[in-house]
């Protein structure tokens, strides 16, 4: 099965290369990957920051 499984992958990776609209989506695909994760970890050290502000200002009430 996992003879099968390369062998399917190494044919349709070998098509998707070739064709040339399989390459654009790919790369559109990473490049939504790319946007994805800086905004997931700019939203994350915003919230942390934000966090400890509000957290010291409860502190100080």
Do not use: C, P
Request: no cysteine; glycine share 14%; charged share 15%.
């Amino acid at each position: 099965m996992l003879d099968y499984t390369r062998t399917w992958l190494a044919v349709r990776g070998i098509t998707l290369f070739n064709d040339k609209r399989a390459v654009t989506a790919l790369e559109y695909g990473l490049i939504a990957a790319l946007i994805a994760a800086v905004i997931i970890g700019g939203v994350t050290a915003l919230g942390n920051g934000l966090n400890t502000k509000f957290n010291g200002l409860a502190g100080n009430l």
